[in-house]
């Protein structure tokens, strides 16, 4: 701070989430004194080119040296928007260090160092404030570790990645197959030059991750989550799925249960009345049930520069009661267990299974023998002749432990005479 | 405090919610000390009649005297969950004037004496935490006040009544009408004995009254809130209005626009499509729209025993956190400005009305002269015919001012010759 109680916040990177950040704290500035009881300023932004012009933002505040701004002894708030593990793990870590609140975006460093960082914190009594960094403008960490506190939280379930949701969105209302949603959502900007991580589900494990080491107290990193993506998904099942009264959405969900935490993201059948399917387009959604609450909802924006750089000026308010009240790292880590993860293979689930098989007495009796004999039943069954001896097959099981299921399957593939091919294998919601 | 550190509470009130928050309590006190640092115990429990046995409740608790919880040195938080203005009002002021911090779920008295209690809990420096008297166990109050603190909050609409919105949605899906709907609520105990409060919408505009001081940051009081009930909805009007693709449910919405805020609950019709149409039985949802963030939407269960007890909970862990970092009044009211309230009349609504009228040439002509005499054009109209020489007219407005709209309706009444009766009216949203 200056001599004259002034909070000096530094912001570093300028990207879409940065520049959004800066942009709304100016609009912000004058309500801060009446919201804090302290005025701020934005006193550096670390930027790589401090020589690229940038519209209204004087070129006194730019600095491409992270310790101009780590060694100013003024500033109070890091506000870390660069994204990415590497240099942002370095600053945070030396910005906590040197006595510095951290206000950070960054999913991918909270969902693998976060317990590092938040134990880091902790110990040096600053805060490390990091809502943005799951389902953006959303409020869902504060909610959490806050106003559920006293519950026990026994699942958290979403849609929390804008570029799934929307590619699914467009194959469910107007038919297209992936490759041609993903072009659109790309298009439109909803979907990076490389999308990889938003359509094999990693983004949505790290929010996942995140998201269940609040809810269980328990920290769970994103290696420890089961990711499969949505590339696989075709308009074929997308119909079929319609017919069975159901939606395809990239649902992220972390159970407690006895045997421990379940963490997967995985396209999943729900059905068409279920809250999270009308989750349309961009929007995010988090579902969470505790002991006393039952289930409560978030809804909103889950990216986008102004709805994350909301959520990131509500962290730099919250710091700043917390300076003013001497009570940095108030609220800390939240992981006082530790719970074993449950690996998928032994989690009990249901399936959607789509095969070519052949059109003959038989076939659907042998391919129930097999379900039966890992003690699976069949929900729904649907079978439609192809073409001349062939058939597809569509079953929705009840619920099997995984592991078994594999087995199963194992069966089927080795059942070359009968089926021909297992087009779409997916999971089905309760 | 004990001199061991164990914060002492006191709860004011034994009835449902206190019940819940007592068994809720005690199924987490052991994870108290690893959430806040502190652990906790309930130290006196006020109730009407100390000699009604309790189970599982310890009758040393019991005291029917609010002195001896007052003039105990180590009660450090009071949880008001006895309901009413006084003596609740009474003892909150003497509680915060004894330096002890206070949690309640009360609505009717923070909606008429807010502003007061939480200027008085910033006076001495101590939490006046009320999370619990906004849509039950739903989130709302923490994440308008911290975590959309960086917005500048330009409405808040929501379903906030649970027996209306069963009621509403009973005559919705079973054609009821309002008086089965209500003995059916009454049966299953989600109405109580007199259900005015809820029913004339005085229990939602109560809660409007304090979600829109946050989102405004100026004082509404109950008084401020336009409210209007649903007793006068018919299973008739539900039925056209399912014909023109929307549903009736009671809304309420505060709006800030450049000539003040607008405060109101009434029926109003939404389209099928809107995501508050989909919100049934007793559920809650609250809707906020910020600059920044765009539209969020918090959903749960708005009333009940343990989900209103969760936000007790909650707000208790809040204060124990407070406590420990020696920071009880960090977040005070938050209402810096003075926003004037825009009367009813002033406001622009569009109407949907029903009305017995004249089967014959010119009836409908004049009604449309009527309204064009006024400003408004009719967007939607249906007219069929009912018995001999007359006809049902149900019409949809395009948006016009209140006043100049009842100007019309004055006209209509006056029209005898054409017009029996206006059957309905009911604001529709934008």
């Known amino acids: 701070m200056t001599e004259t109680n002034q909070v000096r916040i530094a912001i570093l990177g300028l990207g879409t989430v940065g520049g959004g950040v800066y942009q709304l704290f100016q609009s912000q500035k004058d309500s801060l004194e009446a919201k804090t009881g302290l005025s701020a300023e934005i006193a550096a932004i670390l930027v790589r080119d401090v020589k690229k012009p940038r519209e209204g933002i004087a070129p006194s505040l730019l600095?491409?040296?992270?310790?101009?701004?780590?060694?100013?002894?003024?500033?109070?708030?890091?506000?870390?928007?660069?994204?990415?593990?590497?240099?942002?793990?370095?600053?945070?870590?030396?910005?906590?260090?040197?006595?510095?609140?951290?206000?950070?975006?960054?999913?991918?460093?909270?969902?693998?160092?976060?317990?590092?960082?938040?134990?880091?914190?902790?110990?040096?009594?600053?805060?490390?404030?990091?809502?943005?960094?799951?389902?953006?403008?959303?409020?869902?960490?504060?909610?959490?570790?806050?106003?559920?506190?006293?519950?026990?939280?026994?699942?958290?379930?979403?849609?929390?990645?804008?570029?799934?949701?929307?590619?699914?969105?467009?194959?469910?209302?107007?038919?297209?197959?992936?490759?041609?949603?993903?072009?659109?959502?790309?298009?439109?900007?909803?979907?990076?030059?490389?999308?990889?991580?938003?359509?094999?589900?990693?983004?949505?494990?790290?929010?996942?991750?995140?998201?269940?080491?609040?809810?269980?107290?328990?920290?769970?990193?994103?290696?420890?989550?089961?990711?499969?993506?949505?590339?696989?998904?075709?308009?074929?099942?997308?119909?079929?799925?319609?017919?069975?009264?159901c939606v395809i959405k990239l649902v992220a969900i972390a159970r407690e249960t006895e045997k421990g935490i379940e963490a997967s993201v995985q396209p999943m059948l729900l059905p068409a009345d279920h809250p999270l399917a009308s989750v349309k387009d961009v929007f995010n959604a988090v579902f969470v049930r505790g002991d006393a609450v039952g289930e409560t909802m978030f809804y909103g924006r889950g990216a986008g520069r102004f709805p994350t750089a909301s959520a990131c000026m509500g962290d730099i308010i919250d710091v700043m009661r917390n300076i003013r009240f001497y009570c940095t790292g108030r609220i800390g880590c939240g992981c006082y267990r530790h719970v074993p993860i449950e690996p998928m293979k032994e989690t009990v689930q249901r399936y959607f299974l789509r095969m070519q098989v052949a059109d003959r007495p038989g076939v659907l009796a042998a391919i129930a023998s097999v379900l039966g004999g890992v003690g699976v039943s069949i929900k729904q069954v649907v079978q439609k002749p192809t073409k001349a001896g062939q058939a597809e097959l569509v079953l929705i099981t009840d619920q099997v432990k995984e592991k078994d299921f594999l087995d199963a399957l194992e069966r089927f593939k080795s059942m070359t005479d009968m089926i021909q091919d297992i087009s779409s294998l997916i999971r089905v919601h309760e």
Not at 118 to 129: F, K, P, S, W
Not at 145 to 167: D, F, H, P, S
């Open 63 to 245: 600095t491409d040296n992270f310790d101009d701004i780590l060694h100013d002894e003024t500033i109070d708030i890091i506000v870390e928007v660069m994204g990415g593990i590497e240099p942002a793990r370095t600053y945070i870590t030396e910005a906590l260090h040197a006595g510095k609140n951290v206000v950070t975006a960054n999913k991918d460093l909270m969902a693998t160092h976060g317990g590092e960082l938040l134990d880091l914190a902790q110990e040096v009594g600053r805060d490390l404030l990091f809502e943005a960094s799951v389902a953006g403008g959303i409020p869902i960490i504060r909610p959490m570790k806050q106003c559920l506190a006293g519950n026990r939280i026994t699942e958290v379930m979403g849609i929390v990645n804008g570029t799934t949701n929307y590619i699914l969105t467009k194959m469910d209302d107007e038919g297209m197959e992936f490759s041609d949603a993903l072009a659109k959502a790309t298009e439109l900007g909803y979907a990076e030059a490389d999308p990889t991580a938003d359509i094999e589900g990693y983004d949505a494990g790290r929010k996942l991750a995140i998201l269940a080491s609040i809810a269980f107290h328990s920290r769970v990193t994103f290696r420890d989550v089961y990711t499969e993506g949505i590339s696989h998904i075709t308009a074929a099942d997308i119909r079929y799925v319609k017919d069975m009264g």
